[in-house]
């Protein structure tokens, strides 16, 4: 496997709130990880400084290889022309779908493709429909948003975000905002880009998911890594007490023997 990304030292403060406090962590290529904690922790702070969405205030991130930015007097720039060109790398799927609720569902996921990678629209169409076919919404390609539901509004946003060729997908609790019976086929969609080898970061509370397709789980706490392992370990033996209440919270969530 080659890395993916890697994160050295990643701190980010909000004023005087420290939210991330000394982010170590690197990804390989095709792997899945899950980051489990509660509000607060830290988890979608995180994904948001690996897109440059929020900017962190101190650290190193490495997408294939390559730092990011510039070191200069002890401290990292960014030029806003080089994170585009990052962010068109990393696609990223929001609890709340963020679709253009004037656009079908075809024309939401040639948007990015025409605007950002200066695709010509034949080319970007025929892009869309295969990703909607992986999604399995080929027949919604004409539709508006308004009239699809929750679970279809998700999986339009994967498409999205996979017509852009992606090498990561980070996804930010993407099921929280969803109806229980629409969960399963947005994490049914996920599950099968894992099997693809999609190199994937996500912040879910679904612990099940978690364990059957993870092939990494994290536990932040405080902003912090507090565990980090194989599903079976993390999830069936946590090493500390704040794990271990974290799991007693989900009383509902059983593992497997």
């Known amino acids: 496997m080659s890395e ?3 994160i050295e030292d990643l701190h980010k403060s909000f004023g005087p709130l420290e939210v991330l406090r000394g982010i170590d962590l690197t990804v390989e290529s095709g792997e899945t990880v899950v ?3 509660a509000s607060g922790s830290g988890k979608s702070t995180l994904l948001r400084c690996i897109n440059f969405m929020e900017m962190p205030t101190s650290g190193r ?3 294939n290889g390559q730092l990011v930015g510039q070191e200069r007097g002890g401290r990292m720039v960014y030029r806003e022309a080089d994170l585009c060109k990052l962010r068109a790398r990393i696609g ?7 679709l253009f609720p004037h656009m079908t569902v075809l024309q939401n996921v040639m948007e990015g493709q025409v605007t950002v990678l200066k695709r010509d629209r034949a080319t970007a169409e025929t892009k869309a ?3 909607l076919a992986r ?3 080929s027949d919604k390609a004409a539709e ?3 009239r699809l539901s929750g679970g279809q509004k998700q999986r339009v946003a994967i498409a999205r975000a996979l017509a852009m060729d992606p090498d990561v997908m980070l996804f930010d609790e993407v099921t929280s ?5 629409l969960v399963g086929e947005v994490l049914k969609t996920m599950r099968q880009l894992a099997e693809e080898g999609m190199t994937m970061l996500i912040v879910t509370h679904e612990l099940g998911f978690a364990y059957h397709v993870a092939n990494r789980v994290l536990f932040l706490h405080e902003g912090v890594i507090l565990e980090q392992g194989a599903p079976r370990e993390v999830l069936k033996n946590p090493q500390t007490q704040r794990m271990r209440e974290f799991l007693e919270g989900h009383s509902l969530f059983k593992l497997p023997d």
Not at 92 to 98: A, E, I, K, L, T
Not at 177 to 181: F, G, I, Q
């Open 35 to 37: 980051l489990l904690g």
């Open 92 to 98: 990223m799927v929001f609890q709340h779908f963020n």
């Open 177 to 181: 905002a969803l109806d229980p019976e």
């Open 4 to 6: 993916s990304i890697r």
């Open 61 to 63: 991130i490495y997408l």
């Open 135 to 137: 999604v399995g919404l």
């Open 129 to 131: 429909m295969d990703q």
């Open 144 to 146: 508006y948003p308004a």
